[in-house]
């Protein structure tokens, strides 16, 4: 039995904006290239631990794109292989939300192949998929995933229980201990390995990490990130691919060749003060070299340069002024495409020091005290409106419209209204 295993796909990503389109070329042949491994595997099961779209930007266009790969895939495994292939899917992030989620626009005409796992087990309904083969179930992203796992443990426990087929978990969020969690991640927002001990799960599935994570074997559960299929920002250097599962030993990792080459470089001054010269003949330099060495090769690339140190005149903005005129002599359709230029260049060394900080949620149950037992209202009306924020907020100002904001300001008052009553 031969499970494929990816994540974070994001197709219709396209970010850098100013080499969009490019980008969400880039996702889309890294979707193929899976595909096209998980035909030549022959496999039986593949498995998409969430982030299949990036909602915001993708187009109809795109959602074709992902149900016609699938389609693909689904009738080449019966072609060449001769059987029918699964599909598992749960919602990331990037996905949409319960009520609008975008894996539905390629979920119809797939009905018989796709399941999307994990919507019904989130508001603790058994929920578990099984062919006489293997048992899969799973959990779609949650901004507070720790207590909506804790809810559902007994259950998961229960679908598990005295059965002895492989036991598969998928979800698309951090789990401490097996990914580097981001600093300042809020204790909410992730799992830890311990969280599945002895709910009979034998392997762990996790996508929203992006970088391939090698499987890790801890009280006899494997757990296993793909990482993404392609960058999902430049500064992610891979490798990129993914995994063929097969019962019975540890998962194998298939690399994937991306459409365009992306160097990360820098320039650091180590802390010395330089003149602005300094800064742009550096980066310079490093762009004509990367410039040569994809036209000697004769491939396309996309360069990052990160800039860094201190300044002896006013202004590092400046800088970028400078070198944004060279680039564009470098940058073309072919060879070097784009130079994502990330300057974080400073006039004087400062030291400031920040208050020792709790998480957010800490602050917010620290602010909202005063309302006595109304607190658990309160504070899950704000877990509700965060999860509102991260599929409705405007990109720009990081806030809701007025006619979506209304109906919680609303909820608030009530809430203190009460308060002033009592
Ligand atoms: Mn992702």
Known sequence: MKIGVFADTHVGRKIPIEIGELRRLAYRHAFTQSINIFIEEGVDYIIHAGDLFEKRSMTSEDSVFVKEEFQRLV???????????????????????????????????????????????????????????IILAGLPYHPHISRIFNDVKPLIGEMFRARELPKVFLLHNFIQGYH???????????????????????????????????????????????????????????????????????????QIKPLHEIRNSKVDSMGA?????????????????????????????????VISGYLEERDPSTIDFALKKEFSKLVGQTGLLHV??????????????????????????????????????????????????????SQKTGLLTGLDRSRYVKRWLEIFEKVKIK
Do not use: C
């Open 75 to 133: 009738n080449s495994i019966k072609e060449k292989h001769g059987k029918d292939v699964s599909i598992f899917i749960v919602r990331g992030n990037h996905d949409g939300s319960f009520d609008n989620n975008a894996i539905d626009f390629v979920k119809h005409p797939l009905a018989k192949y796709l399941k999307v796992v994990g919507e019904s087990l989130m508001r603790g309904e058994e929920e578990f998929y099984t062919d006489g083969r």
């Open 180 to 254: 580097d969690v981001p600093p300042g991640t809020p204790p909410h927002n992730f799992l830890n390995m311990s969280d599945f001990k002895g709910l009979n799960v034998d392997i762990v599935i996790a996508g929203h990490y992006h970088m391939k994570t090698k499987p890790v074997e801890e009280d006899g559960i494997i757990f296993l990130t793909p990482g993404a299929t392609e960058a999902i920002d430049l500064s992610d250097e891979g490798p990129f691919g993914v995994y063929i599962f097969e019962t019975g030993s540890m998962p194998r990792f298939i």
């Open 273 to 305: 003060v330089k003149p602005r010269e300094w800064y742009v003949d550096n980066a310079l330099k490093e762009a004509n070299a990367y410039y040569s060495y994809l036209k000697e090769k004769g491939i396309d690339g996309i360069l990052r340069i």
């Open 340 to 393: 994502d230029l990330v300057n974080r260049v400073e006039e004087v060394p400062q030291k400031i020091a920040f208050p020792k900080m709790g998480t957010s949620l800490d602050y917010v149950a620290t602010v909202l005290k005063p309302l006595g037992e109304d607190i658990d209202e309160a504070m899950s009306l704000v877990e509700e409106i965060s999860i509102v924020l991260e599929e409705k907020a």
